[in-house]
C-alpha cells in the first residue's frame, strides 16, 4: 500500500464520519440493537399486533418530526407543532361534524389550517423578528386556546362521518393480502416522507432550505428574498402539521381540543435522533423516520417490561442529550 493510500483512508473515515451517513447508520445501527434486545427480553415485542402498533404510533410523530425537521434544517425550531395538529384535527371536526361538509372538504381544511398557522408563525419569525423559540411558543398557547374556544372544550367525534375512521386505522395493503395488515396511516407517513424528500432535494425550497440553515446571512447578501422563503418552509411544515391532526383523529375517531401539548417533544427528539442539526443546514427525512421508529419502539418495549412511565421518560431524555453530545462533537470535527 502506497503512502498516498495510506493518507486516503483517514480522510475517507473522516468525511463518512462527518456526513449525515455516518448519523444515520448509527442512528439505524441503535434502531436494530433496541429491536434484537426487545425481542430476546419478551417474546411478546415481535408478535404481528405488537410491530403493528409499534408502526401506527409512529405514524402521527413520524409525520411531525418530518414537519418539525424542515424547521430544524433551518435553523429555527417549532414549539407549536403538537398543537397546530390538535388545531387541525379541531378544524376537521368542525367542517364533518358541526357542518355536515363531505369528507375530502374535512381533510382540506385540515391542511389549510394548518398552512395558515404555519404561515403566520413565518411570518411573525420572519418579518417581525421575533426569533423562533418565542413565536411558536406563543402560537402553541395561541392554537391551544383556539382548539378549545372552537370546540366548546368538548371532543368532536366524527361517528356519522363513513370512512374517517379509515383514514388512519384502515388498511388498504390488508385488503390485497390480509397477512400485511399494514395500517393506512403508515402509508401516509412514507407517503409524506417522499413527497418531502423531495421537495427538499430536488426543488428550489429545499435548497435554500439548508441554506438557510447553513449561512443565512450570505444567502441574504447573495440577493436572495429571504423572509418569503423561510415563510414558506414554515407554511410547508404547517401544512405537514395539518396530516398529523388528521391521522390522529382518525386514530382517535375524535377531535381531543386538549390533547397535542408533549407532541412537539416527541417530534424534536426524534428529528435529533434522527442525525439533524439544530445548528441548522444539515438534515434528512430518513433520518428523521428512523428517528421516530427509536422512539416508537423504546417507549413499547419498556411498556412491554413493565417499566414504570417516568423511567421511560428518563431513558429518552438520556438518548436526547447523547444525540445532541454526538452533533456537537461532529461539528468540532469539521
Not at 204 to 220: D, K, P
Request: glycine share 12%; aromatic share 6%; with cysteine.
Amino acid at each position: 500500500m502506497t503512502p498516498i493510500d495510506n493518507a486516503a483512508k483517514p480522510g475517507l473515515f473522516a468525511s463518512i464520519r462527518t456526513s449525515g451517513a455516518y448519523h444515520k447508520l448509527l442512528a439505524f445501527s441503535g434502531l436494530i440493537a433496541l429491536v434484537i434486545v426487545f425481542s430476546f427480553a419478551s417474546p411478546n415485542f415481535m408478535q404481528t399486533q405488537n410491530v403493528l402498533a409499534i408502526l401506527q404510533a409512529t405514524s402521527v410523530n413520524g409525520v411531525l418530526a418530518i414537519a418539525a425537521t424542515l424547521v430544524i434544517i433551518t435553523g429555527g425550531i417549532d414549539l407549536s407543532v403538537g398543537t397546530l395538529m390538535t388545531f387541525c384535527a379541531v378544524i376537521t371536526g368542525v367542517v364533518l361534524t358541526y357542518l355536515g361538509l363531505p369528507l375530502p372538504l374535512g381533510v382540506l381544511a385540515a391542511i389549510l389550517a394548518g398552512t395558515a398557522s404555519g404561515l403566520v408563525s413565518g411570518t411573525v419569525i420572519a418579518k417581525l423578528k421575533v426569533p423562533p423559540f418565542i413565536a411558536t411558543l406563543g402560537m402553541m398557547l395561541i392554537l391551544k386556546g383556539l382548539s378549545l374556544v372552537i370546540s366548546g372544550t368538548r371532543p368532536i367525534y366524527f361517528n356519522d362521518t363513513p370512512g374517517f375512521s379509515q383514514i388512519s386505522t384502515g388498511s388498504i395493503i390488508g385488503s390485497i393480502i390480509p397477512a400485511l395488515p399494514v395500517p393506512n396511516g403508515v402509508l401516509i407517513l412514507f407517503l409524506v416522507a417522499i413527497i418531502i424528500s423531495f421537495v427538499l432535494s430536488k426543488t428550489a425550497l429545499g435548497r435554500y432550505t439548508f441554506a438557510l440553515g447553513s449561512n443565512e446571512e450570505a444567502v441574504r447578501l447573495s440577493g436572495v428574498n429571504v423572509d418569503r422563503w423561510k415563510i414558506g418552509v414554515y407554511a410547508l411544515a404547517g401544512s405537514v402539521c395539518g396530516v398529523a391532526g388528521l391521522l390522529i383523529a382518525s386514530r382517535l375517531n375524535s377531535a381531543q381540543p386538549a390533547l397535542g401539548q408533549g407532541y412537539e417533544l416527541d417530534a424534536i427528539a426524534a428529528v435529533v435522533i434522527g442525525g439533524t442539526s439544530l445548528s441548522g443546514g444539515r438534515g434528512t427525512v430518513l433520518g428523521t423516520l428512523i428517528g421516530a421508529l427509536i422512539i416508537s419502539v423504546l417507549a413499547n418495549g419498556l411498556r412491554i417490561l413493565s417499566v414504570a412511565q417516568e423511567w421511560q421518560t428518563v431513558v429518552t431524555g438520556t438518548i436526547i442529550i447523547l444525540a445532541v453530545y454526538a452533533d456537537i462533537l461532529r461539528r468540532r470535527s469539521l
